[in-house]
């Protein structure tokens, strides 16, 4: 779009509409990891590890 010499204005949508959309694949992607992984590794006995998890997925949100 910018090679194009598009409307700066369009550009800027289109790259929030991007955004938006890899903030939604992020989501699946974490509650798909929360479900299944770390819901594992507390059942098999792994807790320290599950935390572990826990606090890093906690960082990486206070980043976003």
Not at 37 to 52: D, P
């Amino acid at each position: 779009m910018v090679q194009d010499d598009k409307y700066c204005l369009d550009i800027i949508n289109q790259s929030l509409a991007i955004k938006q959309a890899l903030s939604g694949v992020e989501d699946v992607v974490l509650e798909n990891h929360l479900a299944t992984h770390v819901l594992e590794q507390v059942r098999s006995g792994q807790k320290n590890r599950a935390l572990k998890e826990y606090l890093a997925i906690y960082k990486l949100s206070r980043n976003k």
